[in-house]
T-cell receptor, first 109, second 115 residues
């Protein structure tokens, strides 16, 4: 089992729709959860982090964490073509930050 | 500096040659990380520095890989006797204290191609 798992996609949504990106992790001791966005050919940039169970909202982005199910998700409301990128889930585990393989999101105009 | 700086941005080498990749973190950041990203893959952790010490080298793929950090600043990742499977983008990141809750700031990476 991979430490952090994501569907690689591509996930295609129409402009204005809600994009839902999911991530599961294996280390029950993980405490911190991050979503990084990576445009093609660019380096990752942090867009959201969450530490506590529940939802955390920041503009059009909502991160959801369920530690019991070892599940973290990212919702993007009113998706825009500029949101098209690969979204990397990252989880602190075994003392370091471990990344999933990323989900490619494509928002169609 | 204003951001994490990596050099070179691109490196093409022949199989069996040694390469050195450089990372200059954000000034004042004590923690420095090296990751590797193969085409279409996520980030693979290689090594982490706190100051000049490397408490976690668990991600280095083989003994051909080594890294050092001097003066609590610049880090060099060295790959000896490169192989084609070493081809990837090598990303460096830094954070202020190295805490598990901290945001990582990434450099633009070095694209390594081993022919």
């Amino acid at each position: 089992q991979k430490e952090v798992e994501q569907n690689s996609g591509p996930l295609s949504v129409p402009e204005g729709a809600i994009a839902s990106l999911n991530c599961t992790y294996s280390d029950r001791g993980s405490q911190s959860f991050f979503w990084y966005r990576q445009y093609s050919g660019k380096s990752p940039e942090l867009i959201m982090f969450i530490y506590s169970n529940g939802d955390k909202e920041d503009g059009r982005f909502t991160a959801q964490l369920n530690k019991a199910s070892q599940y973290v998700s990212l919702l993007i409301r009113d998706s825009q073509p500029s949101d098209s990128a690969t979204y990397l889930c990252a989880v602190t585990g075994w003392g370091k930050l471990i990344f999933g393989q990323g989900t490619e999101l494509s928002v169609k105009p | 500096g204003a951001g994490v700086s990596q050099s070179p941005s691109n490196k093409v080498t022949e199989k069996g040659k040694d390469v050195e990749l450089r990372c200059d973190p954000i000034s004042g950041h004590t923690a420095l990380y090296w990751y590797r990203q193969s085409l279409g893959q996520g980030l693979e952790f290689l090594i982490y520095f706190q100051g000049n010490s490397a408490p976690d080298k668990s991600g280095l793929p083989s003994d051909r890989f080594s890294a050092e950090r001097t003066g609590g600043s610049v880090s060099t990742l060295t790959i000896q006797r490169t192989q084609q499977e070493d081809s990837a983008v090598y990303l460096c990141a830094s954070s202020l204290y190295g805490g598990v809750n901290e945001k990582l700031f990434f450099g633009s990476g070095t694209q390594l191609s081993v022919l």
